[in-house]
């Protein structure tokens, strides 16, 4: 069974604790009584998505013994109307920079995390729909 547990600092602001002994703040609004000094949950939950999809997807790719330069990843989502206000359309774009990246490769490692590794998103397909796209770009741009 996984735990985590949160405490109340002060405000909205609380403080979460995993597990595996790492902690993150968390916060609301001004105006719901916050200080707006950390992520909402809500972000926290596409956060999720994105360090699950994105771990698989490196670790895949690097596997098959995959170069490339670069690897970003962006979620877009819509939340429905009413409460509880869920994801109800979320889009992952995947980006891989690299000149010798092979689509078929970086496609199959996308497909394998969203179809059986990512327990992220298949708890997010549960509830709404989810998409994704990717790009192979040849150079990554200077920062």
Known sequence: MAYAKAKLLDGMRLIGWSESGHGIIMDSTI???????????????LLSLIGCTAMDVIYILRKMR???????????????????????????????????????????AIELSQNKYCSVSATMKAVGELTYSYKIIPEKPEP
């Open 66 to 108: 995959v170069k490339f330069d670069g690897f970003e990843i962006e979620v877009k989502a819509e939340r429905a109307d009413k409460h509880p206000k869920v994801y109800n359309k979320v889009e992952v774009i995947y980006t891989i920079y690299g000149k010798y990246v092979p689509e078929d490769k970086f496609k199959q």
């Open 31 to 45: 105006d719901k009584g916050g200080f707006d000094t950390g992520p909402r949950p809500m972000e926290l939950l």
